[in-house]
């Protein structure tokens, strides 16, 4: 079979379910803030750099939940695409008691907006109540464990690990489908960048030195983009990658602009990193090659009340492709949140 059908054939599956799953998988509406702007699909390389802390991680998470969410449930309406993610953590500090939170917060809140309405149509007794509140929390646990099985989690500790991670991806993803009947939708990446300064130390090591090329910056990221390339290929996903920046204030644009090197540089987008760059752009030029799309994140000056609360207001800008305006979102129980 040609490398260009896997795109769109999925081994003995009819033409009515090939449309519905390449449907589902050019669905954008099912990403938050500030990645709901561009129609986003299969076989998209997103950047999402900012500062620390930015929401990067947060804007994942909920991602990833809207991906391993149903549709609907029992009745309920979740508005989900009950697909797998996978999430390689290279920070590792991601916090699964997070996404658990945030999973349970999505689920009790949208089944007590539909017992509500139930009960607003119903004349119903304290007994029978009783009865339906404590079959709502068993069948809430039950959705829940169906969603958390559908995210899979990986932390690497160097880049070693994370090229093993790619180059065994394959078969695992393969045995994940079989066995579940659903394959990966979003490849998640946290944060792309965690190994650079230790990769590029490597570069400085006497020639003598074993493995220097295989550690070397410029190797290393060669490889994850032909691994990640391969991955998509066979295995059609949106990719999603977090990078924290060196600079967060545009005041350090012009002094980030001079200390750039020819061979970090992404000359194909020249017109976008010279354009006010508001952070100092270090990774290799085959990885920023490599991405189609850029989203800039950063906390704001300012708080915003909500609720009667106040919250943290960030900002978002899109430079691949530019975008001439400024989103601006919150996180709200939870959730990422677009604030007018």
């Not at 119903?122 to 099985?149: H, P, V």
């Not at 130390?201 to 990221?221: E, I, M, Y």
Request: include cysteine; charge should be neutral.
């Amino acid at each position: 079979m040609p490398t260009s059908a896997k795109w769109w054939i999925d081994g003995d599956e009819s033409a009515a379910e090939m449309l519905a799953r390449v449907s589902a998988e050019r669905s954008v509406s099912l990403l938050p803030p500030p990645l709901h702007r561009l129609p986003l699909r299969v076989g998209n390389v997103v950047e999402l750099v900012g500062p620390s802390p930015s929401a990067k991680t947060l804007i994942l998470i909920q991602a990833a939940i809207n991906t391993i969410l149903p549709s609907e449930w029992n009745g309920v309406h979740y508005g989900g695409l009950e697909r797998s993610v996978m999430f390689i953590d290279l920070d590792c500090r991601f916090d699964i008691l997070c996404l658990s939170e945030m999973l349970k917060h999505r689920i009790m809140n949208l089944n007590g907006s539909m017992n509500k309405m139930n009960q607003d149509q119903e004349d119903i007794g304290m007994q029978n109540f009783d009865t339906r509140r404590k079959s709502n929390i068993a069948y809430d646990e039950e959705l829940y464990t169906l969603c958390m099985r559908r995210f899979l989690y990986v932390r690497c500790y160097d880049s070693f690990e994370f090229l093993s991670t790619l180059k065994t991806m394959h078969c695992h993803l393969q045995k994940e489908k079989e066995v579940k009947h659903s394959s990966i939708h979003l490849l998640m990446i946290d944060s792309i960048g965690a190994f650079y300064w230790v990769d590029r130390a490597t570069s400085f090591l006497p020639s003598g030195s074993t493995n220097r090329k295989s550690l070397s910056l410029q190797s290393v990221f060669e490889t994850v983009v032909q691994e990640i390339r391969k991955l998509v290929q066979v295995h059609p996903m949106l990719v999603i990658a977090t990078k924290t920046t060196t600079f967060g204030d545009r005041n350090f644009a012009n002094e980030a602009h001079r200390k750039y090197l020819p061979d970090t540089l992404d000359f194909r987008n020249a017109a976008t990193n010279t354009r006010q760059l508001p952070y100092q752009e270090n990774m290799p030029s085959v990885w920023q090659s490599f991405v189609t799309h850029r989203v800039h994140v950063r906390p704001s000056d300012h708080v915003t009340i909500v609720d009667r609360q106040n919250h943290s207001l960030y900002l978002s800008e899109w430079l691949l492709p530019s975008l001439s305006y400024l989103d601006k979102f919150i996180v709200q129980d939870g959730g990422v949140f677009l604030h007018n």
